[in-house]
């Protein structure tokens, strides 16, 4: 019992015979007072699972903190958060006055790398929190993807794969955010150009309950078809062009200049009559004036 009653104070209750000074010498560890601790400005969650929190709060209750916060001191003896907003969250939720945490130094660059860095490490964030963590650490942050890829241990490839996420429509990342699909579904749709047809696929794999492996076969059709069909409509073109090959070269010759023909696969078109100086512009004038 009297182990249980240990841990109910937390961290410094789980190294023997730590007092304050002991705990405060302990790699930069101290118990810093919630009420002073200010927001993180660059934290990169923006929703908390509050069924979650409270399920976290009453493990606090229980255990105390065991993995200390990340702060700064402003100087005026308060802080500002750096990393671990649901821990902090979770011990106001439990009644706790103070936390333990490390104090560090850091500007604010230094700051929101630290922050996006550490969140990205966390389990339960959706692929779009990260993929926006990912994409803040290039822009915010300077870094390039094979930095950024060594920076949070993952492979250049895998950081490419989640930044493509944020080229879908908002309402697919809001579907991947709410869990209506799966990473492995976003990352088919991309294969599809067209928003809208996007947007049609994604309702489908809702609708109709589509594994990733059945989103796959049915994008791979898609692609195929409109691949069929750019390249019939380009040998239409060609078709065109070479049908009116000669008409364009007799009027070439006819006005001594380099004419265009254009002419879509309706049957629509125009010619264009080039010239370069006001001398070729006077020819061609000529020849309409014989026309007439």
């Known amino acids: 019992m009297a182990r249980k009653n240990a841990l109910g104070r937390g961290l410094g209750a789980l190294i023997d015979d730590a007092d304050k000074e002991k705990l405060e010498k302990l790699e930069g ?16 969650r923006t929703s908390f699972d509050e069924e979650a929190l409270r399920e976290l709060a009453a493990s606090i209750r229980e255990l105390g ?7 700064r001191e402003k100087g005026d003896g308060t802080y500002q958060l750096i990393s671990g907003e ?9 009644g706790l006055k103070k936390v333990p945490a490390y104090i560090r130094t850091a500007d604010d660059q230094a700051m929101l790398e630290m922050a996006l860095v550490e969140n990205i490490q966390r389990e339960d964030l959706d692929a779009i929190e990260i993929a926006i963590s990912y994409q803040r650490l290039i822009e915010e942050c300077r870094l390039t993807q094979e930095t950024l890829s060594e920076r949070v241990g993952k492979k250049r490839s895998t950081v490419a ?3 493509r996420l944020l080229k879908l429509p908002a309402e697919i990342q809001l579907g991947i955010r ?4 799966t990473m492995g579904h976003a990352r088919t749709l991309i294969g599809v150009e067209d928003p809208e047809k996007q947007i049609g696929l994604y309702y489908q794999i809702i609708n109709e309950e589509l594994s ?20 019939g409509r380009q040998k239409k073109k060609e078709e065109i062009a070479e049908a009116y090959q000669g008409l364009r ?10 004419v265009q023909l254009r002419v879509n696969e309706k049957g629509k078109g125009k010619i264009v009559i080039p010239f370069t100086t006001p001398e070729e512009l006077e020819k061609i004038m000529e020849v309409f004036d014989r026309l007439r």
């Open 29 to 44: 560890i101290h118990e810093v007072e919630i009420g002073k601790i200010a927001a993180n400005p660059f934290q990169p």
């Open 65 to 71: 903190i065991i993995q200390p916060i990340s702060v």
């Open 86 to 94: 649901r821990r902090l969250k979770a011990a106001t939720l439990a």
């Open 161 to 163: 794969n989640y930044l």
């Open 178 to 181: 709410e869990g209506k699909i």
């Open 212 to 231: 990733v492996r059945q989103t796959e076969d049915l994008v791979r059709k898609i692609v195929n078809r409109e691949l069929r069909n750019t390249a």
């Open 249 to 258: 070269e007799e009027l070439a010759g006819f006005f001594k200049t380099d």
